[in-house]
């Protein structure tokens, strides 16, 4: 559920969290929020996590995700340099095992 920042970090009189009114004419552009539902599992990994880094939940997440969409990208890339290097040698089963590792690689089994 998306719940944007600007309206929960204001009271009903219009003032932000510190009480300050904000400066008429001007827009903070702050980033959209997300509220997440973790399986109690996981949910106990990010905290064990969290004390671990000395962070707070929220941040851990963060990072935790920030992790996994590099490690993803990563994955990517080698595969890709892999395939490229490969391709140079047109062995039929050289071909058949990079299908596999492409299956692998994009359906992460």
């Given at each position: ?8 970090n ?12 904000p ?9 959209p ?12 990994e ?7 880094v ?12 920030r ?43």
């Amino acid at each position: 559920m998306k719940m944007p920042q600007s309206d929960a970090n204001r009271d009903k009189r219009g003032r932000d969290a510190g009480g300050r009114k904000p400066k008429t004419g001007r827009r903070i552009n702050l980033a959209p929020r997300y509220s997440v539902g973790l399986p109690a599992g996981v949910a106990r990994e990010v905290e064990r996590y969290a004390k671990v880094v000395d962070t707070s939940m929220s941040k851990a997440i963060t990072a935790l995700v920030r992790i996994g969409l590099e490690s993803q990208e990563n994955r990517k890339r080698e595969f890709f340099k892999r395939l490229k290097t490969n391709l140079a040698s047109d062995d039929p089963k050289q071909e058949d095992r990079l299908v596999d590792d492409f299956r692998a690689l994009i359906l992460g089994r």
